[in-house]
């Protein structure tokens, strides 16, 4: 590492952020927490002859992309490899195969260019998102993270150390999306398919809501929901009868939604914090966006949403991540840094 290589403390470093964690690559330029530019090869099309990712087919897609994605965003910035002075990358969690392509890309990199490596781990990217979001935002706070990964509410009780207050005790509310999404035939990804039906129906059917109650504490089940749709659409096919597909996706997203929304506030609530955010994919569900902006407000409480180019997975909030990393003083990654698929995002004690 032998230009500027101590970077500690700097907010004006400029930095390319590679993310290839699951179906799109994406690279991103930022000089502290500026955004110059941000461009995402997206593989969505590709996979959705299959029904889903097929991770084998996301990194040799990835491979391909790279290159291309990486130069596009440097001339968007109007910067060139050798103006660089850092390399961010999502190291995990993630797809091992597509994670190694942008690890490995980063790593060559900082070893042409000789400049710092930081592996950015990709849920803390997404609660980042909020940083580059709203500058002014500040911890302590509580973040909502739900994605196709990860449905769990984090104290931030610092830049650096994010503590678990409660997760799912079985599936992550995106991938309830996306496995409802299948039973209905509708295309993947199946999230963004019913936000959209959901918004020109009703909620009519009664859905379970697991874990509501404040006796639950804070945890999350997606099963009971899951199992709760593939029955009702069953016994509807049984009987010959269709399903008012808007008003079903309307009743499971606020089965699937709800839930999360009030815990975060009581969560807020009984910590004292006055401000809360939202971090994942599923954070670009419409129903979700005003619903936490309306529950927040009602308790008083500050409510931070990133904008929806930040929530789905882009390397912009990796890139951001590692700006926090860079001003905090962490030390950057080794060369030897590897992809970890089951990376957790938490540190600290679970409540
Ligand atoms: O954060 P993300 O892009 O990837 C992971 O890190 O998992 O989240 C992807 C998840 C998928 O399950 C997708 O269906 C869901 O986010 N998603 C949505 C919406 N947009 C994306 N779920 C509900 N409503 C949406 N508008
Ligand atoms: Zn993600």
């Given at each position: 590492m032998k230009k500027n290589s101590n970077l500690s403390g700097r907010t004006d470093v400029l930095l390319l952020a590679v993310e290839s964690s699951c179906d799109e690559t994406s690279v991103a330029v930022l000089r502290g927490n500026k955004l110059l530019?941000?461009?995402t090869g997206t593989q969505i099309p590709i996979h959705r002859r299959f029904g889903g990712v097929v991770p084998e087919v996301a990194s040799r897609n990835h491979t391909l992309a790279i290159n291309a994605v990486a130069e596009e965003a440097l001339s968007k910035a109007g910067v060139g490899f050798a103006d660089l002075e850092a390399v961010a990358v999502t190291y995990g969690a993630g797809l091992a195969g597509a994670l190694l392509v942008g690890v490995s890309y980063a790593k060559a990199l900082a070893f042409a260019l000789q400049i710092p490596l930081y592996g950015v781990n990709h849920i803390r990217g997404h609660?980042?998102?909020?940083?580059?979001?709203y500058p002014d935002l500040q911890p302590p706070y509580v973040c909502l993270v739900v994605s196709g990964g990860h449905t769990a509410i984090v104290e931030i009780?610092?830049?650096l150390t994010h503590r678990l207050i409660g997760s799912t005790v079985d599936d992550a509310v995106g991938e309830a999306f996306d496995k409802v999404a299948r039973c209905l035939n509708l295309p993947y990804p199946g999230g963004p398919e019913i936000d959209r039906l959901a918004q020109k129906g009703s909620p009519t059917i009664a859905f379970p809501r697991m874990c509501k109650d404040e006796k639950d504490g804070v945890r999350f089940s997606y099963s009971g929901i899951k199992t709760f749709a593939i029955n009702y659409l069953h016994n509807?096919?049984?009987k010959g009868e269709s399903v008012a597909i808007e008003d079903f996706c309307a009743s499971f997203t606020c089965a699937a939604i709800d839930v999360?929304?009030?815990k975060t506030v009581w969560a807020a609530k009984t910590r004292g914090l006055s401000?809360?955010?939202v971090a994942g994919g599923v954070s670009a569900n419409s129903y979700l966006r005003n619903k936490l902006q309306q529950e927040g407000k009602k308790a008083g409480l500050s409510v931070y949403i990133p904008p929806m180019t930040y929530c789905t997975d882009n390397a912009a909030m990796i890139g951001m991540e590692a700006q926090i990393l860079i001003r905090e003083g962490v030390s950057p990654s080794p060369l030897?840094?590897?992809a970890q698929p089951a990376l957790r995002?938490?540190?600290g004690e679970k409540a």
């Open positions: 530019s941000l461009v609660i980042a998102a909020n940083y580059l979001a009780d610092s830049y509807l096919e049984q999360p929304v009030e401000k809360i955010a030897s840094l590897n995002f938490e540190n």
